[in-house]
């Protein structure tokens, strides 16, 4: 038969235990104090299959989580926490222990002790002088038991004696370390703790600068004039000594213009049509008040004022007006609140000129060279403006007539020409200034020179030809008339200097002399003149066209000169004339004594000796130009051997 069997024995088995759970969150029982409080706790859901054997309290005072203190340890489930500190934070947590080990912490839990009421306060001291309208109390703090914060807020208290000590108002003013006032916020003072009143500070308000002024009054009294009063303001226990009165065209720049004890004052010299503003503020011996309304006055329109700038202006006057006619200018005046409308010029013998409204004028009509005293005045609708500063002005002199013009040397490539008396040069050369022109082949002149000389050179011209002229004066009328035309002609260019002639003994009695060749100048032949310059005196030697010469016949002993210059042959209705150029420098011929006994042995035909011949021959010095050169060589080698002996003895 089939079937189920009986049951077997039982085995029992445990299972080995484990460290318990966390405990509950800790919470308060009863009221947190401001010393002490009373802390509860739950055991674990899981003690870990055992029992507990303690469980163990820990505290943290500050904000720093990870540093707990254990302050209880034991089989119960609460703790009385005392000495405390008033209006602190604390953090709690619990945590239990097995025969197995220890379990989590719990969840935080964080309390707040409640701050003590602070104690009485000292009498409130004054915190500098007492004012007409208020006094500055000064608040200390007040001493806190220790471990209690210091008080949040001050109440201050005041009584008005007049109100029969009865209360007035309430202050609530943060402590030192807060920078807000508050007063009458009842949600504050519901959550602070009031101490108890302090003692009573019994002051008296003291006197102080005036109250602000009203507005002044103003009240014109004419286009330059206003009259300003005002009111007296509250003294504030002081009598008012001064007032001050501030003026200005603009509104935030105004001065000073009185300082005294009356009511009113008469601002004088203002400018008409004009917008002023003032105020004015009271003095006592406290100090001085607040700065009253600010008054506005409109000043009345009337004549134009004072023409300004009246000058002459020279540029605007054509040259050939300027000895009839003066220009002069000006700038518009104010108008004082009416539109100007004209002017009225006044010049010479008290003559009237009216023009419209513009800034310039040209009188005409004038005397020459004359001075005229010249002022100028404004119209508009109220009347005419007073006249402006007079000037003088002076009208130009007519223009010069032309000088008369010479040519006092004729070169061949220049003309110097004059003008004018030279006796009256240094008083008219600062006003007369002179215009030279000349002709080209087209018979159109042209200014070649300007200024105040009376002489003019004019170069780079051709040799014998006719150029013609025209000079003008000016001053400061103008330009004069020009004069007639003035012709004047060239010289012939004459030959060139030649260079010194050279000497050549051909023997014991002849010397040649040679000179340079010129070409003929435009045609016209060249002739040379030779001249000799001994003891006796200058000769001419030789005239012709060769350009060399055999000189004889010298004396022994003797020194002779030689100079040649050329001349230009030309043809012209007089005949053949010549024009001779400078001379040349001259070349130095010397001759030596004749040795005595000379004449023996020359019977006849016969022969001297070699050496009486060398004695016999003249000596040829050097030329001018050679002798120079040799010297200003000589001293080039002089001062380069002092500068070699500086350096080497001086500067080494």
């Known amino acids: 038969?089939?079937?189920?069997?009986?049951?077997?024995?039982?085995?029992?088995?445990?299972?080995?235990?484990?460290?318990?759970?966390?405990?509950?969150?800790?919470?308060?029982?009863?009221?947190?104090?401001?010393?002490?409080?009373?802390?509860?706790?739950?055991?674990?859901?899981?003690?870990?299959?055992?029992?507990?054997?303690?469980?163990?309290?820990?505290?943290?005072e500050n904000s720093d989580v990870n540093f707990w203190n254990i302050i209880y340890n034991g089989t119960t489930r609460e703790f009385l926490y005392d000495h405390l500190q008033p209006g602190t934070t604390y953090k709690l947590r619990v945590f239990c222990t097995s025969p197995i080990g220890q379990s989590q912490p719990s969840d935080i839990l964080t309390i707040q002790t409640p701050p003590l009421s602070p104690a009485s306060c000292s009498p409130p001291p004054l915190n500098g002088k007492a004012k007409s309208k208020e006094t500055n109390i000064q608040c200390g703090e007040t001493s806190c038991v220790i471990g209690m914060t210091a008080p949040k807020f001050l109440v201050l208290v005041i009584y008005d004696p007049a109100n029969g000590n009865s209360e007035a108002l309430a202050c609530v003013k943060k402590a030192k370390g807060n920078q807000d006032d508050t007063q009458g916020h009842a949600g504050s003072e519901a959550s602070c703790i009031f101490g108890s009143h302090s003692m009573k500070c019994e002051t008296v308000t003291v006197p102080s600068p005036p109250s602000q002024c009203g507005t002044p009054v103003l009240t014109c009294k004419g286009p330059t004039c206003v009259a300003v009063s005002w009111g007296i303001p509250v003294c504030n226990g002081a009598e008012i000594t001064d007032y001050r009165l501030e003026w200005g065209q603009i509104e935030e720049s105004m001065h000073l213009i009185y300082t005294g004890p009356c009511l009113n004052y008469e601002v004088k010299g203002l400018v008409p049509a004009t917008t002023y503003f003032c105020r004015v503020q009271a003095v006592n011996i406290v100090g001085v008040g607040m700065f009253g309304g600010t008054g506005m006055v409109i000043t009345p329109a009337t004549v134009p004022a004072v023409v300004p700038m009246l000058h002459e202006v020279e540029n605007k006057v054509p040259a050939k007006l300027a000895s009839s006619c003066i220009a002069i200018q000006w700038e518009e005046p104010d108008c004082h609140g009416s539109p100007i409308t004209g002017y009225n010029v006044e010049y010479g013998d008290r003559k009237l000129l009216t023009v419209d409204r513009v800034t310039e004028c040209l009188l005409k009509n004038l005397q020459p060279d004359t001075t005229y005293k010249i002022r100028i005045q404004a119209i508009n609708h109220y009347g005419l403006s007073p006249f402006s500063q007079s000037i003088r002005a002076k009208t130009k002199p007519l223009p010069p007539e032309p000088p008369?013009?010479?040519?006092?040397?004729?070169?061949?490539?220049?003309?110097?020409?004059?003008?004018?008396?030279s006796s009256s040069k240094g008083l008219l050369s600062n006003l007369i200034s002179y215009n030279l022109l000349m002709g080209d082949r087209s018979g159109r002149f042209s200014i070649i020179y300007n200024g105040p000389c009376q002489t003019h050179k004019v170069q780079r011209l051709s040799e014998y030809t006719q150029y013609k002229f025209k000079i003008q004066a000016c001053n400061e009328a103008g330009e004069g008339p020009l004069s007639g035309i003035y012709t004047f002609t060239t010289t012939k260019t004459p030959p060139a200097t030649l260079k010194a002639p050279k000497l050549r003994q051909v023997n014991s009695n002849i010397c040649e002399v040679k000179w340079e060749s010129l070409e003929p100048i435009k045609g016209d032949p060249i002739v040379y003149n030779l001249q000799l310059i001994s003891e006796k005196g200058t000769d001419l030697i030789y005239k012709g066209l060769n350009t060399s010469f055999s000189f004889s016949n010298f004396l022994p002993n003797s020194h002779y000169r030689?100079?040649?210059?050329?001349?230009?042959?030309?043809?012209?209705?007089?005949?053949?004339?010549?024009?001779?150029?400078?001379?040349?420098?001259?070349?130095?011929?010397?001759?030596?004594?004749?040795?005595?006994?000379?004449?023996?042995g020359r019977g006849g035909k016969g022969r001297s000796s070699p050496s009486e011949e060398k004695n016999e021959k003249t000596r040829i010095e050097m030329s001018d130009d050679t002798f120079v050169l040799i010297l200003v060589i000589g001293f080039a080698l002089v001062a380069i051997l002092c500068a070699v002996a500086i350096q080497h003895f001086l500067i080494n």
């Open 562 to 600: 030689f100079k040649v210059c050329a001349g230009r042959q030309y043809q012209t209705s007089a005949g053949i004339q010549e024009l001779w150029g400078p001379s040349s420098p001259s070349a130095l011929l010397s001759t030596h004594k004749q040795q005595p006994g000379a004449g023996k």
């Open 404 to 421: 008369h013009l010479d040519c006092v040397v004729c070169g061949h490539q220049s003309l110097k020409l004059k003008w004018g008396n």
């Open 1 to 60: 038969m089939e079937g189920r069997s009986n049951p077997s024995g039982e085995v029992k088995y445990t299972t080995c235990p484990d460290k318990p759970g966390s405990p509950k969150k800790p919470y308060t029982k009863g009221k947190i104090h401001a010393h002490r409080v009373k802390i509860g706790w739950e055991p674990p859901k899981d003690n870990g299959g055992t029992y507990i054997s303690s469980y163990s309290l820990e505290v943290s």
